[in-house]
Nanobody, 116 residues
Framework: VQLQAYGGGSVQAGGSLRLSCVASGRIFSANVMGWYRQAPGNQRELVAAMPRGGVATYADSVKGRFTISRDNAKNTVYLQVNSLKPEDTAVYYC???????????WGQGTQVTVSS
């Protein structure tokens, strides 16, 4: 499985971006796709995740501002990020795992920079 992320960039506070991540390879249906982020000096943290056909989970810090969605036919997960704040600045990583399997797939990361 390979994950390719797109859509990072530099925006001013209050701006929006849409991140995309395409999974390729042999994809099984029982999976969870999502996004993590890591700011300099910080640990990688969950931003949002969504099981195939399930309910999304969000970090408290992004609730109401970020929206995760999936297009299962395209093996793609999206993250719409609105009302961006400088503290959202980080490298955003696409993530996928299969239910019941303790192995994580990671994309290459895409930089999001928010200036005040």
């Amino acid at each position: 499985v390979q994950l390719q992320a797109y859509g990072g960039g530099s925006v001013q506070a209050g701006g929006s971006l849409r991140l995309s991540c395409v999974a390729s390879g042999r994809i099984f249906s029982a999976n969870v796709m999502g996004w993590y982020r890591q700011a300099p000096g910080n640990q990688r943290e969950l931003v949002a995740a969504m099981p195939r056909g399930g309910v999304a989970t969000y970090a408290d810090s992004v609730k109401g501002r970020f929206t995760i969605s999936r297009d299962n036919a395209k093996n793609t997960v999206y993250l719409q990020v609105n009302s961006l704040k400088p503290e959202d600045t980080a490298v955003y990583y696409c993530h996928m795992k299969y239910l019941g399997v303790s192995y994580d797939y990671w994309g290459q990361g895409t930089q999001v920079t928010v200036s005040s």
